[in-house]
Each structure stands twice: as C-alpha cells, then as structure tokens.
C-alpha cells in the first residue's frame, strides 16, 4: 500500500524537519515540523508548495518516487515563506521548463527572494487551470500568513491545499492523513502554531474560513502536519475558535519573580482562584517558560493574569516581553488582573495597567501591589483579586 498517494493521482512529497529547534528563530519545535508539498499528477503535473531548502533533495526524491522521470508542468506557490519557497531555484535547475504559478504579490516576492522573474503565470482569484481530469482553482488568503497567501481548491477531488491555513507544529510520524496518525497529539499544538505564527491575523482568517466553508472540502493539505479529512470538523472549530479570540474558561497567571516574592504572590491568587472553583490554571514563570507556550494558553483561555516585579524603573523584562507578545497579535478581550512589586519605587503594576488600556481590556478588579517582601498581610489581597477574577468567570 502506497500511502502517500493520499488520493488517486495526489501526492504527499513533503518532509520531516526533527532537527531545527527554532521555527522562525523564535518558536520551540520540541516535536519537530514538516514541511508539506504535493504532487497532482493528471495528463499534466502540477507541484503545489515546496520545502525548506535544506530538505530540497529529499524533496525531489520524493517526487522521483512519485512519478519517476515525468516532467513536472506547473509549481504552484501558495506561500512564499521560504519554509515553502526556498527550494524553487533548485527545483528549476531539475525542471528547467517548469512554470511558477503565483498572484501578482507572490511573483514580486519570487523576484524579491530568488531573482526570478520568467517562465511564471499570473493568477487572480478564480482563475484555473486544467490539469486534464482534474483542475486547480486560486483563492486569495491574504494575511493567513503573509499578503500573497493563496490556496488551491481542485474541485474534483475535493482537495484543499490550504497553505499555512490549518498547519500545526509536530512532524508526522509514519502516516500522512489523520486516519493514519492519532490526531490527539496535534490539538495543542496546533493552537501553539496559530497563536504564535498567524495570531495576530484573525480577521483574514476569518474571511479566509468563509470561502473554505464555501468550498465544503473532503480533504484539506496543509503545508504543516497531518492531512486532514476525518478531523476536517475540528480542525475548522480550532481556526474558527483562534481567529474570532474566543477564550474557554481558564486561567493563565504569567509572572516574573526574582527572588520569589513576587512568585509567592502568583502562587496565592492560583491556589485562591482554586478555592473558589475555577479551573482549569496554569501557572508560568516566565524567567523559564516556553514563551510560544504560555501564548497559546493565552489564545486558548479567557482569563489572563500577570505579576512582575519592578526593575530599572520598568517591569521586570521576562513579563515585559510577554506582553509585547501579546500586543503584536492584538487580542481583544480578555479577563485581566494583574498584581506586581516594587522595593523602593513603584512602576511594574502602572505598567501592567497600561498594558491593559493599551489593549482596550477592561478593568475588572484592582491590582495588587506588593512592597518589598511577601508575608500572610498580602493572603487578603490575594484574595480579593481571585474572588474578583472568579466573579467575573462566573457571569
Ligand atoms: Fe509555513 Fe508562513 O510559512
């Protein structure tokens, strides 16, 4: 059985990437990535994204393996982020005569990158091409993940190849579908994926969900992780969720501590939010947590609340830096409550405040602030601030 012939005449040439151990130079990748691309053999071929360059020769192995010495007729660019792109100067020099179809954006960017500027066909949105039984359709995407993002619909398969729409963190280990994998160990990272690679661009994601309902597709290929059919339900319900900033009822405390006053603080609003039922909390401290973990928490759940300490008449850099985080991707609403220390002169709670007015979070409940060292006198306050946030979660 050749399972990567995921339809009759749709093949999977992507590849594993275990060793990168940051997506982007930023994102942890504890379970790897692939880099997915596809081969739509009919009367004509047609290659639909490409790979990361360093995996260009696996790539055309791949594709030797799929149709042997056949001549490849069109390289569809759906993305041209160079984990998708940067193979396109080799593969040219293999297929000499292949035509690079991309809209007008991802030709400008082909020239940009890789000073190509010939044997390429301009597509607009719903235009075709004929592959012989089979067609590919372009729809624009723009922003899911960069402006020229398109996808590619061949309707009489009822394949999507949707870009980085519906990727996730985690290479594929053995089978390609979702009926060959345990799809389980996906969930979380792929909110990992959306919050840290496309959070900020929930609007176009939303648009872009729009036309694929339209679409009603029985297949989706993404250029991240599994392929998708028996979970395609799920799949949209995690985009869908993502995109509108949706939040389930949860808790993510971010702080920072240096000397653990401030972490005592943390740790007393997350065993207070527990007394009064409310679940599920997670705790992070951010001098060592997995930034791109606490921000997919920070998508996933409605609730956030985060402590630093003063320091050079600021706040605290770790926390700081979260929130940059969280400012780029424009969430717009969450329960917030923050709390913060200082020993000699205050800064870290106003700025956590600005923070959120900057954000056009609304203000539920009033800060805690902390001078010097924690004791049993800052247990109320604590307090307070769970009984508040819990109020507010409740509703
Ligand atoms: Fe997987 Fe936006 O590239």
Known sequence: MNITEILPGIHYVGVNDRTTTRFEGLWSLPQGVSYNAYLVADEKVALIDTVEEGFGSRLTENIREAIGDRKIDYRVINHMEPDHSSSVRALRMLYPDIQIVGNAKTLQMLQGFYGIDTGTLEVKEG??????SKTLSFYM???????????????????????????????????????????????DEMRRYY????????????KAL?????LNPTTICSTHGPVWQREIPQVMDVYDRLSRYEGEPGVVIAYGSMYGNTEQMAERIARELAAEGVGPIFVHN??????????????????????????????????ARLLDLIAARCVPQRNFGWFGSFCWASAAVRCLGEFAQKMKWEAICEPVEMKQGFSPAWHEACHALAARIAGCMHR
């Open 210 to 214: 729009a036309k694929v309902r339209g």
């Open 127 to 132: 235009d075709s091409i004929s592959l012989g």
């Open 286 to 319: 951010m001098s060592y947590a997995d930034e791109s973990i606490v921000l997919r928490d920070v998508f996933r759940y409605d609730t956030l609340i985060v402590g630093g300490p003063t320091y050079n008449g600021g706040l605290y850099p770790p926390v």
């Open 141 to 187: 995407a723009p922003m899911v993940h960069w402006p020229e993002t398109m996808v590619t619909w061949c309707a009489e398969a009822g394949t999507l190849f949707s870009g980085d729409a519906f990727g996730t963190f985690g290479a594929i280990d053995g089978g390609i579908t979702d009926s060959q994998i345990d799809p389980s160990r996906y969930w």
């Open 195 to 206: 919050a840290c690679i496309v959070g900020k661009y929930g609007g176009p994601v939303q």
